[in-house]
Structures are given as structure tokens and as C-alpha cells.
């Protein structure tokens, strides 16, 4: 038998996915003031952290979504 679905805490789960991800973000550009990457290491490191910054709107709207739902279920 399935879990039941669970989803007290995924707001919380979610922000602290965005500011694990802003910290990679943040270590990433730090890498890049590395003088010793190659232009390749950086330009991969710039195309990474595009994603990281689309995946951190994807997850603070999620977040408001989320949100939304636990009030409407507390209504």
C-alpha cells in the first residue's frame, strides 16, 4: 500500500533547496575567479549556473504553490 502523500513540510524542504543552490551558485562564481580554468571550465560553469538560477524560479514558485495549498487546506 502506498504512503499517504505527505506535504507539511515541503515549503520548508523546498527553501532550503534554493539556498543550497544559491550556495553552489555563489561557490561556482568564486571557481571562476580562478585565473587557473580554462575558458571551457568556465563556460561550463556559467551554463550550469543558468540552470541553477531557472531551477530557483521553478522552486519559489513551486514554494508559492505549495503555500497556497496548505492554506486552502486549513480554510
Known amino acids: 500500500m ?3 502523500d505527505n506535504r507539511k513540510d ?7 533547496m534554493v539556498q543550497n543552490t544559491i550556495g553552489n551558485i555563489e561557490a561556482a ?3 571562476m ?3 587557473h580554468i580554462t575558458q571551457e ?6 551554463t550550469k ?7 530557483i524560479e521553478s522552486m519559489r514558485n513551486e514554494i508559492k504553490d505549495e ?4 492554506e486552502n487546506r486549513f480554510e
Not at 515541503?10 to 532550503?16: C, D, I, Q, S, T
Not at 571550465?41 to 556559467?46: H, L, V
Open 2 to 4: 502506498a504512503k499517504p
Open 10 to 16: 515541503n515549503v520548508k524542504k523546498l527553501k532550503e
Open 29 to 31: 562564481e568564486e571557481t
Open 33 to 35: 575567479s580562478n585565473t
Open 41 to 46: 571550465q568556465r563556460q561550463q560553469i556559467e
Open 49 to 55: 549556473n543558468e540552470r541553477r538560477r531557472a531551477s
Open 67 to 70: 503555500a497556497q495549498a496548505q
